[in-house]
């Protein structure tokens, strides 16, 4: 059968709420689907944040649903900048409140957040059922990571229902709660057991869809394998491994259209590969932006990202002072970890004109460092598939990259055989270490200072394409797999 009707259930959506990769691949892979003439819907929590941007949006059902003591509305709009119908779960007392998503103003952890995600999935539910939205029920529901794992088991116990997909962004993040909150959820007892939801006498709201979905996906085909073993299992291995024949890794595609150095207009002078000059100009202006001396012939290295450890900033604090001694400069533009931001903080006071350091997120900035740095710096420990290595890519901006998930899949290093055969667009290292981080750096600089070589790895790197096209059918097939199996 022909998959016709997705609804695409995730807890944020670029643009309208972001926090990680979660929200650019929401709020591109439906509009890619939608390109493939596929009648896609995104449902979405109401956060405060979110309905302050959409006032206009008109209320289309209201509704309620089981341990929630109000009425709900659902809203319904278009997903800015593109023809995506979307839909607001609106529960005033769970999501029209201060902070973000997940965090209240100090970054602490909703204590609700579990009453609050098992609401959104059952309105999933309910809206699958075609309970809400009696004209529509879609053949396919895709969740996104624990917040809508939920909605996956309570979906597994209808008889005639949609298929159900649950794609893993980032296993580390698991929804896990004490025993005592399935009992407040007032969940079907059945649900509690170790081949269900319950995990080490804990809830776990992620393995409601890494059990009960029909297919499971993650984000690139090499972190697919890597979540099957104990270094990045995060202690579901066993699990993944048992349901390996249903786990599919499909890359994640780059919005091309928001990253685009041609069209970008977040950047003062637009380039592509055919007319660089652009690119030289971008990097002064980001060398001023950060109070860094205009050095044409300086290595300019950027940096965007949460800081973490998982991230490999300790790393990268570890191998700065030799990276230092070296005719370089380093932009970073992150926020997370208060330990990594001082580190960060005090290493940029100890090379001044060196190191230009933002704390926090800037949209246009993170498009700025792209387009103006020559070399992209991701050490991450584990990275399940990773964006901006592909947005570095496309800007002609090489990235220096750790050997694992997406990283792997998406970047070449520079050998002497990839470089024979022009398939190289990188660097890579092995090992998450300083020693190998700086050793790859120092590969980088030194191919910097060799203009053909590096013209060609520009090229070379800008030539790839990593759209959401190719990974948009991919996920297609697995619909139709799904349906075939709910059915």
């Given at each position: 059968?022909?998959?016709?009707?997705?609804?695409?259930?995730?807890?944020?959506?670029?643009?309208?709420?972001?926090?990680?990769?979660?929200?650019?691949?929401?709020?591109?892979?439906?509009?890619?689907?939608?390109?493939?003439?596929?009648?896609?819907?995104?449902?979405?929590?109401?956060?405060?944040?979110?309905?302050?941007?959409?006032?206009?949006?008109?209320?289309?059902?209201?509704?309620?649903?089981?341990?929630?003591?109000?009425?709900?509305?659902?809203?319904?709009?278009?997903?800015?900048?593109?023809?995506?119908?979307?839909?607001?779960?609106?529960?005033?007392?769970?999501?029209?409140?201060?902070?973000?998503?997940?965090?209240?103003?100090?970054?602490?952890?909703?204590?609700?957040?579990?009453?609050?995600?098992?609401?959104?999935?059952?309105?999933?539910?309910?809206?699958?059922?075609?309970?809400?939205?009696?004209?529509?029920?879609?053949?396919?529901?895709?969740?996104?990571?624990?917040?809508?794992?939920?909605?996956?088991?309570?979906?597994?116990?209808?008889?005639?229902?949609?298929?159900?997909?649950?794609?893993?962004?980032?296993?580390?993040?698991?929804?896990?709660?004490?025993?005592?909150?399935?009992?407040?959820?007032?969940?079907?007892?059945?649900?509690?057991?170790?081949?269900?939801?319950?995990?080490?006498?804990?809830?776990?709201?992620?393995?409601?869809?890494?059990?009960?979905?029909?297919?499971?996906?993650?984000?690139?085909?090499?972190?697919?394998?890597?979540?099957?073993?104990?270094?990045?299992?995060?202690?579901?291995?066993?699990?993944?491994?048992?349901?390996?024949?249903?786990?599919?890794?499909?890359?994640?595609?780059?919005?091309?259209?928001?990253?685009?150095?041609?069209?970008?207009?977040?950047?003062?002078?637009?380039?592509?590969?055919?007319?660089?000059?652009?690119?030289?100009?971008?990097?002064?202006?980001?060398?001023?932006?950060?109070?860094?001396?205009?050095?044409?012939?300086?290595?300019?290295?950027?940096?965007?990202?949460?800081?973490?450890?998982?991230?490999?900033?300790?790393?990268?604090?570890?191998?700065?002072?030799?990276?230092?001694?070296?005719?370089?400069?380093?932009?970073?533009?992150?926020?997370?970890?208060?330990?990594?931001?001082?580190?960060?903080?005090?290493?940029s006071a100890s090379y001044p004109g060196k190191i230009g350091l933002q704390i926090g997120y800037d949209e246009a900035l993170s498009h700025r460092i792209e387009a103006g740095a020559d070399i992209f710096l991701m050490p991450s420990r584990y990275e399940p598939c990773g964006l901006n290595q592909i947005y570095s890519l496309r800007y002609g901006t090489i990235p220096v990259v750790h050997r694992t998930g997406g990283l792997a899949d998406t970047v070449v290093d520079l050998t002497p055989i990839s470089q024979a055969n022009?398939?190289?667009?990188?660097?890579?290292?092995?090992?998450?270490?300083?020693?190998?981080?700086?050793?790859?750096?120092?590969?980088?600089?030194?191919?910097?200072?060799?203009?053909?070589?590096?013209?060609?790895?520009?090229?070379?790197?800008?030539?790839?394409?990593?759209?959401?096209?190719?990974?948009?059918?991919?996920?297609?097939?697995?619909?139709?797999?799904?349906?075939?199996?709910?059915?």
């Open positions: 059968m022909a998959i016709e009707k997705i609804l695409f259930a995730t807890s944020e959506a670029h643009p309208l709420i972001k926090t990680g990769g979660l929200a650019d691949v929401s709020g591109s892979l439906p509009a890619a689907l939608n390109a493939l003439d596929k009648d896609v819907r995104i449902i979405l929590p109401a956060y405060r944040t979110v309905l302050d941007s959409c006032r206009d949006w008109k209320p289309i059902a209201h509704f309620e649903l089981p341990n929630v003591n109000e009425p709900v509305r659902l809203l319904e709009g278009q997903l800015p900048g593109t023809t995506v119908l979307t839909w607001l779960v609106d529960i005033p007392s769970l999501f029209d409140r201060e902070g973000g998503p997940y965090h209240d103003a100090n970054g602490l952890d909703w204590s609700d957040n579990a009453q609050r995600f098992t609401a959104f999935c059952r309105a999933i539910e309910a809206i699958a059922c075609a309970q809400i939205v009696p004209d529509w029920q879609p053949d396919i529901v895709h969740c996104n990571d624990w917040q809508t794992g939920l909605a996956a088991a309570l979906l597994s116990q209808h008889g005639e229902r949609p298929g159900t997909v649950f794609t893993i962004h980032n296993l580390a993040y698991q929804g896990l709660y004490p025993a005592s909150t399935f009992a407040e959820l007032q969940l079907t007892e059945n649900f509690w057991s170790m081949h269900a939801l319950e995990f080490h006498d804990q809830l776990s709201m992620i393995k409601g869809g890494l059990v009960f979905a029909d297919m499971l996906s993650t984000v690139s085909p090499t972190y697919a394998r890597e979540i099957q073993t104990p270094d990045f299992g995060c202690g579901l291995e066993a699990l993944l491994r048992h349901r390996q024949d249903r786990l599919l890794g499909i890359l994640n595609g780059a919005d091309y259209e928001a990253w685009n150095p041609l069209k970008d207009p977040y950047i003062e002078h637009p380039y592509d590969a055919n007319k660089l000059a652009g690119k030289a100009q971008n990097k002064a202006a980001l060398q001023t932006a950060f109070a860094l001396a205009k050095k044409p012939r300086t290595a300019v290295i950027g940096m965007i990202s949460r800081l973490a450890e998982q991230k490999g900033f300790d790393l990268l604090l570890e191998a700065l002072p030799g990276i230092m001694k070296k005719n370089v400069q380093l932009v970073i533009l992150g926020s997370g970890d208060k330990k990594i931001e001082q580190g960060l903080r005090d290493a022009h398939t190289a667009n990188g660097f890579v290292f092995d090992e998450a270490n300083a020693s190998d981080l700086r050793a790859a750096v120092f590969r980088a600089l030194e191919c910097y200072r060799q203009k053909n070589v590096w013209r060609e790895l520009v090229a070379q790197a800008m030539a790839v394409d990593f759209s959401w096209n190719s990974s948009a059918r991919r996920y297609l097939d697995l619909y139709r797999i799904a349906y075939e199996l709910s059915h």
